[in-house]
C-alpha cells in the first residue's frame, strides 16, 4: 500500500529536486522507520556517485524524516530504473522509457534528466549518459521530426502505425 504525502510535503519534495539542495526543513513527522525502496544496486540500470552524494546531502539537511525518505526514493528513480547506456558509432548513446510503454518520448526524456545537469561536471560517467540522451535525441528528430516517441529497437512497430 502506498500512503501519499500531504501537499505540504510534495511541493517541498519538489523544490528540493529542482534546486539540488535547498533544504526544505520542515517538522519532523512521527517517528517511523522508512525503508529504502529502491532497487538492489545490482540491479539499477545506472549509479553515479555525484547523485548519491547529493541525496546524502539533502537527507542531512532535511529534519522530516519522511520527505528525506521521499527524496532518497524519487531523486534518483530515472537512473536506477529507466536509462540503457551505450554506444552508437563510437558516441554515447543514452535510451530513457519515459512512460508505461518502453518507448523514450524527447520532451520527457529531457525533463527526467534535467535534474542532475549540475551534478554532470562531478561525474564523467553521468555527463556521458546526459551527453548520449542529447545524442539519441538527435538520432531520433533525425529519423522523423514530428514524431514525439521512439522504440529503442528502430525495428519495431506501433499498434497505432494503422490508426487514423
Excluded at 529502491?38 to 553515479?48: A, H, Q, V, W, Y
Excluded at 549518459?129 to 535525441?137: A, E, F, M, S
Amino acid at each position: 500500500m502506498i500512503i501519499l504525502p500531504s501537499l505540504e510535503k510534495t511541493s517541498c519534495l519538489l523544490g528540493l529536486s529542482l534546486a539540488l539542495g535547498t533544504a526544505c526543513l520542515a517538522a519532523p513527522s512521527a517517528s517511523k522507520d522508512y525503508i529504502s525502496q529502491r532497487p538492489p544496486i545490482e540491479k539499477r540500470c545506472f549509479t553515479s556517485p555525484a547523485v548519491e552524494a547529493k541525496i546524502t546531502e539533502v537527507k542531512a539537511a532535511v529534519r522530516d524524516p519522511e520527505l528525506a525518505w521521499l527524496f532518497e526514493n524519487c531523486f534518483p528513480n530515472t537512473l536506477d530504473t529507466t536509462v540503457t547506456v551505450g554506444e552508437r558509432n563510437g558516441k554515447p548513446d543514452t535510451y530513457v522509457i519515459t512512460g508505461d510503454i518502453e518507448a523514450m518520448c524527447l520532451r520527457d526524456s529531457a525533463a527526467q534528466v534535467w535534474p542532475y545537469l549540475p551534478l554532470m561536471k562531478k561525474d564523467p560517467a553521468l555527463e556521458k549518459l546526459i551527453t548520449g540522451v542529447v545524442n539519441r535525441q538527435a538520432h531520433c528528430v533525425l529519423i522523423d521530426p514530428y514524431a514525439n516517441a521512439f522504440y529503442k529497437d528502430a525495428t519495431k512497430v506501433s499498434h497505432h502505425k494503422d490508426k487514423t
